[in-house]
């Protein structure tokens, strides 16, 4: 349908808020209030917004139809300009498209290093079994993704899915048994890096030269439970497997910080969580405050000296209780560090790229465009994905586009704001 999906602008007549705060766009002014067009063709819903005055006026959003109606989502005043025109007798064909002329979704992310931010594709996470790789760099190339993140998930002995559908830490690890494992489980990633014919990259200048048509993995874990408590070994991980990207907690609470998942315990960040910090800017890893509470995020923000990133969450401003997403305060936390936050293609949240880039677009709202990312959190995800393969990411650049975002900061996005937290942290 024309325009679906897309940034337009359209003229119209808007009523009065409903109990619900919504109100209608119309043609023409209502002969009284509460007497609108029978027809669900003739107004398009204006979800609640602050930013609108009533009457007639011209605005600018994104068109889409649910169920029952037309609605025009994130609408703000449009500048005027264009010739003014009546259009709700048939919306989708007759508003007008907002955006540029059509980009091609591969060239606007051509030519620079594109970024998964959180990833165990590839079944990086089989240690125990050993199954055969699955592939990472061919998807890669075809969807024009020049670097993953890849993250070992260094608590996995010792939690799984419990009664209650969430992952909950079920026993304690021995002592040694946690860094015996992630020695497994890093030399499994540079294995599969090896077999996928990924260089891995362990410097600024390999990051900022990293393009799709050879695909290279940045060397993460989820959890710094191996650590045990030794900041020590943080220097081992980062000469013995070019460590370059450290997420403090994940499902246990560690010797690092709480979670989000669990009663808090520590109060936030714990004083070993602050020297971990501040020995990652030091040594030059990135430091990644997923799953941690914000208490932890509070502390991390004033000890780091470098950007911080939240590597694979989404935004929600009616947090549940232990819930994995972040609050607008969280959010703008990472993002006064210099630092940026992954979004995840959650089916459940975002059922589809344009729900994602939606989703990406509120992140970006509250946090500005320069503090967003991609985060997929490949094969580690309990439920479906948004999209099942990096072949499937200009599908997401079109998304992006179509939602409103210029070629600039769909680059930003896709990233550009990874480079630049990752540049910084390892200066
Ligand atoms: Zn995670
Ligand atoms: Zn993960």
């Known amino acids: ?92 064909l007759l508003c007008l498209a907002a955006g540029a002329p059509q980009t091609d979704p591969r060239q606007a992310i051509a030519g620079m290093p594109t970024v998964d931010v959180h990833s165990h594709a590839g079944k990086l996470l089989y240690v125990r079994t050993q199954a055969p790789f699955t592939p990472v760099s061919e998807p890669m190339r075809q969807g024009g993704l020049a670097v993953a993140c890849l993250a070992i998930v260094s608590d996995a002995p010792t939690h799984r899915i419990m009664a209650d559908h969430r992952i909950h830490p079920y026993r304690d690890p021995a002592p040694g048994e946690l860094h015996a494992y992630a020695q497994r489980a890093f030399a499994r990633l540079h294995a599969l890096a090896a077999d996928q014919g990924m260089p891995i990259i362990a410097d600024r200048a390999a990051l900022l030269a990293a393009r799709p048509d050879r695909p290279s993995a940045v060397v993460a874990a989820e959890g710094g439970d191996f650590l045990e408590g030794n900041p020590d070994r943080l220097d081992e991980a980062y000469a013995r497997w070019q460590l370059r990207h450290l997420q403090l907690t994940h499902y246990r609470v560690n010797e690092l910080g709480d979670i989000q998942t669990e009663e808090p315990v520590h109060g936030g960040l714990t004083d070993l969580g602050a020297e971990v910090v501040r020995r990652c800017n030091r040594l030059g890893i990135v430091v990644d405050v997923a799953h941690g509470t914000l208490d932890l995020v509070r502390r991390a923000a004033t000890v780091t000296t470098k950007p911080l990133v939240l590597s694979h969450t989404s935004l929600t401003t009616r947090p549940r209780p232990f819930t994995r997403l972040i609050t607008p305060e969280h959010a703008r936390l990472i993002a006064s560090t210099g630092g ?58 079109a998304a992006l586009l179509a939602t409103g975002f210029s070629v600039e900061d769909t680059r930003k996005i896709m990233g550009g704001n990874y480079t630049r937290v990752f540049a910084a942290s390892l200066a």
Request: charged share 20%; glycine share 12%.
């Open 340 to 397: 940026m936050v992954g979004i995840w293609p959650v089916a459940a949240l975002f059922p589809d790229m344009a729900a994602l880039a939606g989703g990406i677009a509120r992140m970006a709202a509250i946090v500005g465009v320069d503090h967003v990312g991609l985060g997929t959190d490949s094969m580690g995800l309990v439920g479906p994905a948004t999209f099942d393969s990096y072949a499937q990411l200009p599908d997401l650049a």
């Open 1 to 92: 349908m024309a325009h679906l999906g897309q940034r337009v602008r359209v003229d119209g007549w808007l009523t009065a808020p409903d109990l619900t705060g919504h109100r209608q766009l119309v043609a023409e002014p209502p002969c009284c209030p509460g007497c609108l067009p029978g027809s669900s063709d003739g107004r398009i819903r204006i979800p609640a917004s602050r930013h609108l005055a009533g009457g007639a006026v011209r605005l600018e959003g994104i068109l889409r139809r649910d169920r029952t109606a037309w609605v025009l989502s994130d609408a703000r005043p449009a500048a005027r300009g264009i010739g003014r025109r009546s259009v709700l007798a048939a919306p989708p």
